[in-house]
């Protein structure tokens, strides 16, 4: 059920590195209008996350790019994704505490524009859910990825279930990492990871207490 949490940069800043300038998807400052006249800077995207369902197949392709796969073992073939779409749909069905996937949908335009998710996970002999994301390319640096993990934080800790939700962003993933960070997640330090089988990974482990 592994998703890296990934916004890529389209800046060429590293494969599954994203570009966000800061927790609400821009940097400081206004924007200069006419005759120089200093413009409020934009406020943060609004999302909403819905439940996966079975008419999303086709952002899971889309999400399948290699510049987002790249630190988890490079694109899957299309029966992996087929099967991929199938957990994601059966996960949404079942038990809300057991966790649940989501299509990120940016308002109001109402275009989906990636996928997070939480689900069940033992980490070190404890139950815990663990959440990754990925946003489209072309809608990377504008916070969505801030935005929709905010969501997601919500929704793990209205199950009351976990005490901890945890990230393992790729080492070498500065975005996510700094994404972590800011959404309120401590780093307990260096883990090493093989996922998918035959990939090793060195990823940070980020907790969040939920309860």
């Known amino acids: 059920m592994r998703t890296e949490g990934t916004e890529q940069s389209r800046d060429g800043l590293g494969s599954e590195a994203g570009g966000d300038s800061g927790a609400d998807g821009h940097g400081a400052g206004g924007r200069r209008g006419e005759a120089g006249r200093e413009r409020p800077a934009p406020g943060p995207p609004r999302v909403r996350i819905d439940a996966w369902s079975a008419g999303d197949l086709d952002l899971l392709r ?14 899957e073939t299309e029966e992996q994704i087929l099967k991929r779409h199938e957990r994601y749909v059966a996960l949404s069905a079942d038990r809300p505490d057991k966790g649940r996937m989501f299509r990120v949908v940016l308002l109001p335009e109402e ?26 390319a072309a809608h990377q640096g504008r916070g969505i990825a801030a935005a929709a993990v905010a969501a997601v934080v919500e929704r793990a800790r209205a199950e009351r279930t976990h005490r901890f939700l ?46």
């Open 62 to 75: 889309a999400a399948n790019a290699a510049e987002l796969m790249t630190h988890l073992g490079g694109p």
């Open 111 to 136: 275009i989906p524009v990636g996928t997070i998710g939480f689900w069940e996970q033992t980490w070190d002999g404890e139950q815990v859910y663990e959440t990754g994301w990925t946003v489209l």
């Open 166 to 211: 945890h990230a393992f962003p790729c080492v070498d993933n500065p975005a996510s990492n700094a994404l972590c960070r800011r959404a309120g997640f401590s780093l307990l330090g260096e883990r090493d990871f093989e996922y998918p089988p035959g990939h090793p990974r060195r990823v940070n482990n980020w907790r969040l207490r939920l309860t």
